[in-house]
């Protein structure tokens, strides 16, 4: 194994002011963090390893659902003391190379890793992305604001790739130091630093404004845009609740199906479905396997989910229309776009629920089932 990837998330992400940390925050419909760890995976001869903070457990479990990784390592009070707790759980595996890497860069490129790994390959102890300066400098000094030269100044990045045998023994000796990033060790212990050129899109995400950049630089690498529909109806049988847009709602009566009869979930996922070309919910969850019976329709929309985002994908925006006379769905809306956009891991602006009847027209008109119909909108690579 000669490459680890080392993805320090341990923070508490105090200055984006998010809860939980802005780790976990959806980027575009997915956490920042599974974007960091998915920048390296299908790499060959690699091994992703997380750090996370205490008691992120359940955040992590949730963000990193359905990928490949070894349990996270728990962080410490400082990134430094982090990323050395990180490097002791890397050492059994005796990695040649290892990669430091900020989950709040969630943008970095194919490109910078390469770049990254052939400097060490080329004989350097440690490799750092740099950038140039381009905005004046200037400091305040004795009361007084002078302009600092900027020819020799640069800009670090991450991630920064080490020698692991040399990085791991300069965290050792240099514990008692405090330092802002591990080149800083790689300095103190002496070491051969080369240089690669840095990406002004590989940015920090540290505020709330950097998400809104984030998600812009995401969306630009998604070229093109779809929409599907969706539609479903169910008939009314007797029962005291049923399941609307993932909420329980008490009600005289129940909806008959062979899962647990959630027509807009199920209007909604044969709508991303759709965007994707993927066939109908039928098709993935016949009403013939009895897997599926009494199913929560939660489950359906989460596959449809996944399959976007193994594309490379990402759901922008979903709508869904109820068309029924009763119940009344207005006191539940809420809830309903709430549970959506869980599901889904967006923001809830992106998530619209409508209501309608037809005035007493139909089979809705007459009380005997409801409809729902759905409209999703995707960007693909």
């Known amino acids: 194994m000669p490459t680890a990837i080392l993805i320090v998330a341990a923070g508490k992400g105090e200055r984006a002011g998010l809860s939980p940390p802005k780790q976990y925050a959806a980027l575009l419909g ?5 974007r960091a760890i998915q920048a390296f995976e299908g790499r060959r001869d ?18 990193t659902v359905g990928l490949d990784l070894p349990a996270p390592a728990v962080g410490g009070a400082t990134r430094q003391e982090s990323v050395r707790r990180g490097l002791e759980a890397l050492a059994a595996a005796k990695p040649q190379f290892v990669l430091i890497h900020d989950a709040a860069r969630p943008l970095v490129s194919p490109r ?18 740099l950038l140039s300066v381009a905005d004046t400098l200037r400091k305040q000094e004795n009361g007084k604001w002078i302009t600092v030269p900027r020819e020799e100044l640069r800009r670090a990045q991450t991630p920064q790739g080490f020698r ?15 330092v802002t990033d591990d080149m800083a060790l790689a300095e103190l212990a002496g070491l051969k630093i080369a240089a690669v050129p840095g ?3 590989n940015m920090k995400v540290t505020n709330a ?8 630089l995401l969306s630009a690498r998604l070229g093109e845009t779809r929409s599907g529909s969706g539609y479903d109806v169910h008939r009314f049988i007797p029962g005291d609740h049923l399941w609307l847009c993932g909420v329980k709602i008490p009600h005289d009566r129940a909806l008959e199906g062979h899962s647990d009869a959630d027509a807009g979930l199920h209007a909604l996922t044969d709508a991303i479905l759709g965007a994707i070309g993927d066939g109908d919910i039928g098709q993935h969850f016949p009403t013939t396997d009895e897997r599926w019976r009494g199913a929560p329709s939660w489950k359906f929309l989460d596959h449809a989910a996944s399959l976007v985002r193994a594309r490379g994908g990402a759901i922008v925006h979903c709508d869904v229309t109820i068309i029924c006379e009763r119940p009344k769905i207005a006191a539940h809306r809420d809830a309903m776009r709430a549970r959506i956009a869980e599901i889904l891991g967006l923001d809830v602006s992106r998530i619209s629920v409508k209501a309608t009847t037809t005035e007493g027209l139909g089979f809705t008109g007459r ?8 409209i999703a909108t995707v960007r693909l690579p």
Do not use: N
Not at 48 to 57: A, S
């Open 199 to 201: 990406e002004e899109t």
């Open 209 to 216: 404004e950097d998400f809104a950049m984030a998600e812009a």
């Open 30 to 34: 997915r956490p920042m963090l599974r």
């Open 367 to 374: 009380g005997e089932g409801l409809e729902a119909q759905a």
């Open 46 to 63: 690699s091994f992703i390893q997380v750090m996370i903070g205490p008691g992120q457990e359940a955040e992590y479990a949730a963000a």
């Open 112 to 129: 910078l890793i390469d770049d990254v790994i052939a400097a060490l390959e080329a004989g350097a102890d440690a490799a750092i992305p």
């Open 164 to 178: 692991f045998a040399a990085i791991l023994k300069a965290h050792r000796d240099h514990a008692a130091r405090e």
